[in-house]
């Protein structure tokens, strides 16, 4: 069997797939995308197409490594995230050929279904409460909101109160037997995370995700050992080296996205490294459904597995395609009482619809993130 067509699709909301076929009639399907930026990553798969067409697709280790390797310069958000997708379609073409889901191939499933949490938005603590009410009805058990927009270098005491006030709002809502994440995006400088850690404390936060920007790993040393909150990271890191500072920091919880950090090969030895040290594994994915296929095959096997973020309904993704429009059957996907169930379907397990991927990329999309000013015309954290 030789992989003889690579074709790559710009679709709306802002996502990038990647066909994988062969000769033999199986095709597998990937999700290789940076967002914002997802017209360079098509570029950086055609590239390195040149190293797969008319190889054997079951070879994913060796082409794993020529593909992240095979250049002198390595690394960085735009070649892992296609190494990623081309990695994610050849897991799912080797299920395909040997019949079997992607977890059995990993080593075998270790959970039965795996919880997830919904995405909720709003700037007023009435609309929070207001959506966190819909998801609970719904049967969610967790969700994670951004805990503030644009945040001052050092916040006044009155943006420490809102945040306070929107995430309790959040927690009144839930309770105390649900869980509620708290994202800051990176928004945060050290001294204003060192003011908002202990102010949400009380609330007792699931985790606290990306305190600090990547570029400050180093730091989040003293952050962990101020805090009570489980501290999360990573979806701004792209392999295992970049993990290790982390982890060495005392992370509670790592967040490798499926379409960043090299695909299923890399996400899965990211797992086993944050497990020896202590720590659990929750994958970042607002994305589409084959980074969510892809995510849960992994964490159906890997045994410190937290939780896993999902997009449907997403505010990224407003006025835009939803996470469930270009598969042919929603089913595997399906969230019930806060889970979604292990499916054992060959390769990812879901079927994508083809045609309505193919009108989609006719349209593509140039979606960008928002670029923010502080009051005086710097820059400001997204």
């Given amino acids: 069997m030789k992989i003889d067509k690579i074709e790559t699709f710009l679709v709306p909301p802002r996502w990038l797939f990647c066909r994988v076929a ?37 070879r994913i280790e060796q082409h794993w490594q020529v593909l992240s390797k095979g250049g002198f310069y390595r690394g960085g958000p735009v070649l892992s995230s296609a190494v ?53 009805a719904a049967g969610m058990t967790a969700v994670k909101m951004n805990a503030s927009g644009r945040l001052a270098p050092v916040p006044t005491p009155a943006e420490i109160d809102r945040i306070v006030e929107r995430v309790a709002a959040a927690r009144a809502a839930l309770g105390d037997d649900r869980d509620l994440a708290i994202d800051l995006h990176g928004r945060a400088s050290l001294p204003a995370a060192r003011m908002i850690l202990p102010a949400v404390a009380p609330l007792r936060p699931l985790l606290v995700e990306e305190p600090l920007v990547p ?5 989040l040393g003293d952050l962990v050992r101020g805090t009570t909150i489980p501290v999360a990271t990573g979806e701004r890191i792209y392999d295992r080296a970049g993990f290790l500072p982390a982890l060495r920091a005392g992370v509670s919880v790592v967040q ?59 505010h990224y993704h407003r006025g835009g395609a939803d996470l469930l429009d270009y598969v042919a059957d929603p089913e595997p996907l399906r969230i019930v009482a806060g889970h979604i169930a292990r499916w054992d379907a060959p390769g990812l397990g879901i079927s994508i619809d083809e045609r309505a991927v193919r009108q989609a990329d006719a349209a593509g999309h140039a979606w960008r993130n928002p670029v923010w000013r502080h009051e005086d015309g710097s820059f400001a954290e997204w």
């Fill in 84 to 136: 990623a997708g081309l990695d994610q379609a050849l897991w799912d073409i080797a299920g395909q050929a040997y019949g079997a889901p992607v977890h059995a191939l990993l080593g075998g499933a270790v959970r039965d279904r795996a919880r997830v949490y919904a995405w909720i938005g709003g700037d007023e603590p009435g609309e929070l409460g207001d959506a966190v009410a819909e998801h609970v």
């Fill in 215 to 219: 570029e400050q790993t180093h730091l």
């Fill in 256 to 314: 490798p996205d499926l379409s960043h950090a090299g695909g299923i090969s890399e996400v899965r030895r990211i797992a086993a490294l944050a497990e020896t040290h202590g720590a659990l594994f929750a994958p970042h994915c607002p994305l589409g459904p084959i980074a969510l296929a892809a995510s849960l095959q992994v964490a159906f096997a890997t045994p410190n597995f937290l939780i896993q973020e999902q997009s449907m309904g997403i």
């Fill in 22 to 58: 062969t000769d033999e009639g199986l095709v597998g399907w990937g999700e290789p995308v940076v967002e914002g930026r997802a017209e360079v990553v098509r570029a950086a798969v055609e590239l390195l197409s040149e190293y797969l067409l008319g190889e054997d697709p079951l």
